[in-house]
């Protein structure tokens, strides 16, 4: 890196970078909410069933968002974990009108949170209750209910209701998401470079070989 | 700033290979650096290259190491750099098989394929379809076919190649994309309808019918591509070989017309098919041989290689059609690309007169040595015809060849020179000193074990009728001296014959095979017995050799106090002439080809490993197979008759056709029948 970057980031010119990563179940809505974060020209028309991942950038705001967007199916799921070292915050949606799977959604989530690279991280994780527009969906608390997000102690969660068809409710969560990132003095963010590192992993007693 | 790196690059490199002593763990550890944001696109690019390096080095990747790389690779699709990105799909492309979980990038290659990126989208084409199963090939048909019909020709082109290699996979998906592919051929594209042509030819190939169909539909509309134009003129040729069409068939016509294109590559390609096709009459192959004549002399090196290339491979066929075009290899002899002027000379030697032949060794022999060892075996090729067809000639031959050996080489090229003095010795019987001579020459400093070995069988099998055998036995006793064993023991065998025709020979040697070899010689030799020589020496051994080696082998297993029966191992079913040749690698214990063991032999193997029939000892012969059931039948049984000295045994095999059936308990009650008397 050089010293120019350095400085703007500094002085602020720069936005900061940060990695996402968005999981949930299949059929979700992951896909569908990213592209209506995307700038408007660059939508996609149609979304398929994703396979494996695909990144995406945008900006907010005050910081530029790589997201990555992990495929929910059953047979990938497994590959998330492959990405969970590096990221800053995690957006975490669920179809709030799929009733019989949200044991599963909340079994993935266990098993996330679980994880020895989020355990001791203290990220921000954003939940949608996706599908609002749908008749039998249900309320973001009950959604939270079902999932025990009581239960998640040491990290800020959020979880607001979306319709991510009409983009409904998403920049509110965002908005969120965007605030803890620059509070959360613990996240590492791209310019910061290597003793940002550092500190974070004294902090959460484990070590990591940079 | 990547020029300036360059440069500094170069200058303290001075031009050794950058990459030369790279650490595959090394590698992997800077790897890390891509999980790292922001990207650092000319690192990440620099690693990626080391990888890539590494791994067409033949490195091996665990799959551990190689799925963590890989995933860390993954990460870099976040960058727009166009390099990088490009550098990813080669990545892909040479991890797809050693790395876990390749499919993650699949949306992502998606994505670039139909994105609005051209640079992106032929690449990522090629990129998915190596890392696709049949399974996922469903979920990205939509696509393919979209990028057959693409407008870009990188595009097309790259989904029409990708698209053959499936058709190894999962030819049923790609038979679906045929329209696509059709479209594909009427591209003004002239690598797109090449490609449509081919995907078209490999998905019909099985299929006459529709490849004749498909033939007839081009050779009628045309092709813009002279590429496509050279495809049908194989395919056509192929067709015609196959149906062995005569040649008033239409197809046949289309080669010819072929003749007439403005394209170089096609006119070749249409006179290289008429030339090489089986039965072709002179009136046929005067237009295409012309062609080839026209092209000796054109200015451009590749098409006077091709031509007399192509005239030297049917010069034996068609001597008569080649000699035609003699004036113009004539002067390709002085051509200054080497690999012509060879072609050109060997070619006139196939089908020059017997005058010539002098002139033309002395022209070959003046740059013999700045060809390569490739070359040399096709003028080694070009005289061993030579010399079957101007026997006359084979002094200036046998020097020639003599001096070649005497040149440094490679194993083939040795051993073409070697077989062609061979052959001339044993086709012309004046020549056999000289030859002899040379040969022995040679194995003086031979580093190849099978030519001493075969060249000292040779010694001796002709030495000793020679009218000086003693010359030979010089170099042959050399060899026992100095050589490894293996050449050590072919020389005391051919010692051995010598001794066998004049008995005042004597040898004592210290070495295993070598000194078994030799003991069991000189018992013979002492006996003085001349039939027994004959037998043993001479005759070499009539059964069949594994036989011999099974034998010998349970002989050692369980010792008894008699000796070894050399009469109870079946004999061999082979002819005794095939035997003969047989005997010198066997000589050296180390049979190159084994020798396919007989049906008893196999039959016996199995015996013996049931242990009721052990003790029947040898078994005398075994009956062909017969069948006792229809061929039809839900259970085919098959009987086979085993006679041992005092026992008989039926093996009764019983194969059951059915799938969904097991047969459990399978017993055999013979009945038998009254004998009648007479028997």
């Known amino acids: 890196m050089g010293l120019l970057d350095k400085l703007s980031g500094w002085l602020g010119l720069r936005k900061k970078e940060v990695n996402v990563l968005c999981l949930g179940l299949d059929n979700s809505g992951k896909t569908t909410i990213i592209n209506q974060l995307k700038p408007s020209n660059t939508q996609e028309q149609e979304i398929v069933p994703t396979i494996g991942f695909n990144i995406e950038k945008f900006k907010s705001s005050s910081l530029l968002f790589t997201v990555f967007d992990m495929s929910g199916q059953n047979r990938y799921r497994n590959l998330w974990e492959h990405y969970y070292k590096e990221s800053h915050a995690i957006i975490f949606v669920v179809d709030s009108s799929d009733k019989l799977r949200m044991v599963v959604a909340k079994e993935e989530l266990d098993t996330l949170l679980n994880h020895e690279d989020i355990r001791c991280k203290k990220l921000p994780m954003l939940f949608f209750a996706n599908k609002m527009d749908l008749q039998d969906s249900m309320s973001s608390i009950r959604v939270s209910q079902m999932l025990c997000l009581e239960n998640i102690k040491d990290k800020p969660w959020h979880i607001c ?28 963010l791209g310019y910061k470079g290597r003793e940002g590192q550092v500190k974070l992993c004294s902090e959460c007693q484990f070590t990591h070989a940079y | 700033m990547i020029k300036k790196f360059d440069k500094k690059d170069e200058e303290s490199g001075s031009g050794s290979n950058p990459f030369q002593h790279l650490e595959k763990s090394a590698v992997l550890q800077e790897a890390r650096i891509f999980n790292e944001t922001p990207i650092n696109p000319r690192r990440c690019l620099h690693i990626l290259t080391k990888i890539i390096y590494l791994l067409n080095q033949g490195e091996h990747f665990g799959t551990t190491e190689a799925t963590e790389a890989f995933f860390a690779m993954t990460r870099l699709f976040q960058s727009n750099d166009q390099t990088l990105r490009r550098m990813c799909y080669l990545t892909i492309k040479e991890m797809a098989n050693i790395s876990e979980d390749v499919i993650i990038v699949t949306s992502s290659l998606t994505k670039d394929m139909t994105g609005k990126e051209d640079v992106y989208r032929g690449p990522a084409i090629r ?108 395919i056509a040729s192929k067709l015609l070989d196959e149906t062995e069409a005569g040649h008033d068939s239409p197809l046949f016509d289309f080669i010819e017309s072929c003749l007439r294109n403005k394209n170089e590559m096609v006119v070749y390609e249409a006179a290289s098919a008429i030339v090489h096709m089986p039965n072709c009459t002179a009136r046929e192959l005067a237009p295409a041989v012309s062609v080839l004549q026209l092209f000796c002399s054109s200015p451009k090196a590749a098409l006077r290689y091709a031509a007399v290339r192509t005239l030297n491979k049917v010069a034996m066929k068609h001597p008569s059609a080649v000699t035609a075009c003699n004036l113009d290899l004539e002067n390709l002899i002085t051509d200054s690309n080497r690999s012509i002027a060879t072609l050109a000379i060997t070619t006139l030697l196939k089908t020059g007169s017997e005058s010539s032949v002098d002139r033309l060794m002395k022209q070959i022999s003046s740059f013999v040595s700045e060809i390569s060892d490739e070359f040399k075996v096709v003028v080694v090729q070009a005289i061993s015809a030579l010399c079957q067809k101007y026997p006359r000639k084979h002094s200036v031959m046998m020097n020639f060849l003599s001096n070649m050996l005497r040149d440094d080489g490679g194993f083939d ?28 020459e040679f194995i003086e400093d031979c580093e190849h ?97 594994p036989g011999l080696e099974k034998s010998l082998h349970q002989y050692t297993l369980d010792p008894s106090e008699k000796p070894f029966d050399m009469k109870s191992v079946p004999l061999a079913t082979t002819p005794i002439t095939e035997q003969k040749t047989e005997i010198a690698p066997v000589a050296t214990s180390k049979l190159p080809e084994k020798l396919a063991p ?82």
Request: neutral net charge; glycine residues 4%.
């Open chain 2, 449 to 545: 074990t099978v030519l001493a070995t075969k060249i000292l069988h040779l010694l001796g099998k002709e030495g000793p009728r020679t009218p000086q055998p003693s010359k030979y036995i010089r170099f042959i006793f050399n060899r026992v001296v100095l050589e490894s064993e293996a050449v050590r023991a072919a020389a005391v065998s051919a010692l051995a014959k010598f001794g066998a025709q004049n008995d005042d020979l004597c040898f004592a040697f210290l070495d295993d095979e070598v000194r078994d070899r030799a003991t069991f010689y000189m018992n013979v030799l002492q006996q003085k017995q001349k039939a027994l020589n004959a037998a043993y020496i001479f005759n070499g051994l009539s059964v069949s050799i």
């Open chain 2, 413 to 440: 090229y040795k051993r073409a020179i070697v077989d062609c003095i061979i052959s001339i010795i044993e086709e012309n019987p004046e020549s056999k000193e000289t030859g002899l001579a040379h040969l022995c």
């Open chain 2, 127 to 234: 990129a998915l379809c190596r890392i696709t199963d049949t399974t996922m090939l469903q979920a990205i048909e939509r696509y393919m076919k979209q990028a057959i019909v693409d407008k870009v020709p990188s595009v097309s082109s790259s989904a029409l190649v990708s698209s053959l290699h499936m058709v190894k996979m999962s030819y049923d998906v790609v038979k679906r994309w045929v329209n696509e592919a059709q479209e594909a051929a009427s591209s003004d594209n002239i690598m797109v309808q090449y490609h449509a042509l081919g995907l078209l030819y490999h998905l019909r190939k099985n299929d006459r019918l529709a490849v004749t169909k498909m033939l007839n539909k081009f050779t009628k509309s045309g092709l813009k591509s002279p590429f496509a134009y050279c495809m049908l003129i194989r």
């Open chain 2, 598 to 679: 007989s049906r008893q032999d196999i039959y016996q193997e199995q015996l013996a490993a049931v242990p009721e029939f052990q003790g029947l000892g040898p078994l005398f012969k075994s009956s062909e197979p017969v069948q006792l059931t229809e061929a039809e039948t839900e259970y085919v049984v098959r009987c086979i008759k085993h006679t041992f000295a005092r026992h008989m045994v039926f093996q009764f095999d019983c194969t059951n056709t059915l799938n969904d059936q097991l047969l459990q308990k399978l017993t055999a009650s013979p009945t038998v029948s009254p004998v009648p008397a007479t028997l």
């Open chain 1, 161 to 188: 209701d979306s319709n991510a068809i009409k983009g409904e409710g998403l920049q509110e969560g965002l908005d969120w998401l965007q605030g803890e990132v620059f509070n959360n003095k613990t996240v590492t």
